[in-house]
């Protein structure tokens, strides 16, 4: 039986994929996905008792609360993003750099990935009660906890890049006489980004996921401070409006990387 | 024999020391084998002199192109040694540059780029103008002076070749290795390719040693000095054809000569002969292992 389901989708994808009409007419069920997503949402609200209308807001309340709090919001995202920019440029290029060498040497695999393999799993959420006590300000330990977080999938992606570079391109730099550091700038490098833009793109998740995380946890402002301030004091609304905005902040982040991927990359891999 | 007369070859490293043989490269005795159960090359030796055109003639499975790696130093080999001018090659080096049959270009970077990689390796005190300048020269040389600024992605099958080899004659190396280079164009652009590497060889007075690998008898008669025919399973030298047809030449002129044919069908025989004998004995291990 699964076998079966199996060939059928499968025979489905095919028969998508040839006719560029039927992935348009996909792509008008995706985009009516959010509006039916918004008519029942809509609907809802409508239908709930009065009383209740303030802890399930419609969304009409909730996109006009959007719009008043934008000056809030704004200095929000500029808050954290003075946690996520620095610490997670940090993550990618100390887990490119570090990755890559480490991927390009068999002496360094031998001793960092077994430690690798033990520490990456640790979900950085454990260490953010520590890192809060032990560094001094709440920006500082975000940003340690953020940089973690983001460190990891950079640096296995940028390794396993580095280790997955085409025989044909180490034979070339062999026979053009490359020392190791020349082979690792001009060959791996270039040759792993595809594999290091899908580390970022995971760590750009985690770091998003662990920046709201630790503003919940002991800041002043901030997305993720916003949507708890707000939801302390009841204002439902408010705290709906700022996972609105938190989640269109992440979609245009990632939108932004999927076109620096696009930009960087430009050679078929 | 005069110092003078001594070929001036080439600025790189390797290729200025002077060695401590003849000018010659020799492979001896050489046995390879990627693992146990079969054997890649057997007792391979054969002797290629300072700037002769040397090509290896093999089907699939006569590991001309393992030969290729060996000589080049990307492989080791398993007994036997390869001497060049008298040193034992042990690893790769930029007195023997290299042609593969796709993707020798990075495609991070311009075709110039790319050609200046080579010329950095071989002029290491020029300048970053005098570089360009002469990745440029090179280019012009196989006709791709206008394309310098493209990416390989950008270019056809055939321009890319002829990128490759604008690359590896600007290392300057005394010995050229190319594996099949033109193996995956279409026969317009391979006879194009052929021409193109016949007329700079003939042009140049660099006079470097070629070793070129390819599976069809008209190249190697076309482009070759000698051939040196290999035969499968495992890889062993089968025999030696001198190869005297007057340069300059071209397919054209060639394939119209009755001696051209000759020789072409007296190395087709062979060639048959030993795929013949292949079919044969890989049908009595199949029947003995089917049963029947």
Not at chain 1, 201 to 211: K, S
Not at chain 2, 150 to 161: C, I, V
């Amino acid at each position: 039986m699964p076998a079966v389901l199996e060939q059928e989708t499968n025979s489905g994808r095919g028969r998508s994929a040839k006719r560029p009409m039927s992935r348009f007419i996909l792509s008008l069920y995706g985009v009516s996905l959010f509006i039916a997503v918004l008519a029942v949402w809509a609907t809802v609200a409508w239908l709930l008792p009065t009383k209740h209308r303030y802890l399930f807001p419609s969304p009409w309340l909730t996109f006009s609360t959007l719009y008043e709090s934008m000056p809030e919001l704004l200095v929000s995202t500029a808050s954290s993003f003075l946690i996520l920019a620095p610490a997670y440029a940090g993550a990618v290029i100390l887990g490119t750099v570090w990755g890559v060498l480490v991927g390009g040497s068999e002496r360094l695999r031998l001793i960092f990935i077994p430690f690798a393999r033990v520490v990456a799993p640790v979900p950085p959420t454990v260490y953010i009660p520590y890192a809060i006590a032990l560094l001094p300000t709440f920006r500082s330990s975000a940003i340690f906890i953020v940089l973690l977080a983001a460190f990891w999938p950079v640096f296995i992606n940028a390794s396993a890049g580095t280790l997955a570079v085409p025989e044909q391109h180490r034979d070339n730099a062999r026979a053009l006489g490359f020392t190791h550091f020349e082979y690792l700038r001009r060959v791996a490098f270039p040759a792993a980004l595809p594999f290091i833009f899908n580390g970022m793109h995971v760590g750009l998740g985690m770091a998003f996921i662990m920046l709201t995380v630790a503003e919940l946890f002991g800041s002043t402002s901030g997305l993720g401070r916003f949507v708890q301030y707000y939801a302390d004091y009841a204002d439902f609304p408010r705290m709906l409006a700022g996972i609105l905005y938190t989640g269109l902040i992440t979609f245009l982040s990632m939108t932004g990387l999927g076109l620096l991927e696009k930009k960087i990359i430009f050679w078929p891999h | 024999m005069p110092a003078t007369l001594t070929p001036a070859t080439s600025r790189s490293p390797e290729a200025g020391a002077p060695g401590t043989g003849p000018g010659e490269l020799r492979v001896e005795n050489l046995f390879f084998a990627y693992d146990e159960q079969r054997i890649t090359l057997e007792d391979i030796s054969f002797v290629v002199p300072e700037g002769e055109f040397v090509c290896l003639l093999g089907a699939s499975g006569s590991g001309k192109t393992t030969l290729l790696r060996l000589i080049a130093g990307l492989e080791s080999p398993g007994s036997g040694r390869i001497l060049w001018r008298g040193d034992p090659v042990t690893g790769p080096s930029l007195g023997r540059s290299i042609v593969f049959q796709e993707y020798s270009l990075f495609p991070w970077y311009r075709l110039r780029d790319n050609v200046a990689l080579a010329i950095e390796k071989a002029r290491p005190g020029a300048t970053k103008a005098e570089t360009r300048e002469v990745a440029d020269e090179y280019l012009g040389m196989v006709g791709l002076r206008d394309a310098a600024h493209k990416y390989p992605h950008e270019l056809s099958g055939g321009m890319r070749q002829r990128g490759a080899i604008a690359r590896t004659l600007a290392l300057g190396s005394p010995i050229l290795l190319m594996d099949e280079p033109f193996g995956a164009l279409d026969p317009a652009n391979r006879l194009r390719l052929q021409d193109l590497l016949l007329g700079i060889r003939h042009g140049s007075s660099s006079g470097s040693m070629v070793i070129f690998v390819t599976h069809d008898v008209d190249e190697a008669l076309l482009l070759g000095d000698r051939v040196v025919i290999l035969g499968s399973t495992p890889g062993r030298v089968i025999d030696e054809i001198r190869v005297d047809f007057p340069r300059p030449r071209n397919a054209e002129a060639l394939f119209a000569l009755g001696t051209f044919r000759e020789l072409r069908s007296e190395i087709s025989a062979y060639y048959h002969r030993d795929a013949l004998r292949q079919i044969d004995r890989s049908s009595l291990i199949t029947s003995q292992q089917e049963g029947i």
